[in-house]
């Protein structure tokens, strides 16, 4: 993965993990209202749970563990991993200050797309890397 690209996914998500976290919604006293199931951040609901140890005892997906074959497939994977890091960039900036946001969302923004023009560049480190 590119310098640039990785480091503006550390910086984000270290700053998102510095901020303290949202207050949790007050609870109502209201009988009619339907149980609904808890969604509180960080705290996997039981039936999710249990589905992902389902997962996690099948193993990896093999094709995890396959290398792209062709440059095209390379490109393709690296433009897919610049735009999951604008994704995780974005979700971490939205989590900042309001007065902190839109200056967090511009160079993610900027980050990504300087990445998308380089993106050869990327894939060709990233093969001589291996």
């Known amino acids: 993965m590119a310098p640039l690209l990785l480091g503006a996914i550390l910086c984000a998500s270290a700053y998102a993990q510095t901020q303290p976290p949202a207050p949790a919604p007050a609870a109502t006293s209201d009988s009619a209202t339907p149980a609904v199931q808890d969604s509180t951040p960080g705290v996997t609901p039981p039936a999710v749970a249990q589905q992902q140890q389902k997962e996690i005892a099948h193993g990896d997906p093999g094709r995890w ?8 497939d390379q490109l ?18 939205k989590k900042q200050p309001a007065a902190e946001r839109n200056a967090c969302l511009k160079e993610a923004r900027s980050t990504y797309q300087h990445d998308m023009v380089n993106a050869k560049l990327i894939r060709d480190e990233n093969n001589r890397l291996e």
């Open 65 to 72: 563990y396959q290398h792209d074959s062709t440059a095209a």
């Open 76 to 93: 393709r994977t690296v433009r897919k991993e610049i735009a999951a890091a604008l994704q995780e960039a974005t979700l971490a900036c």
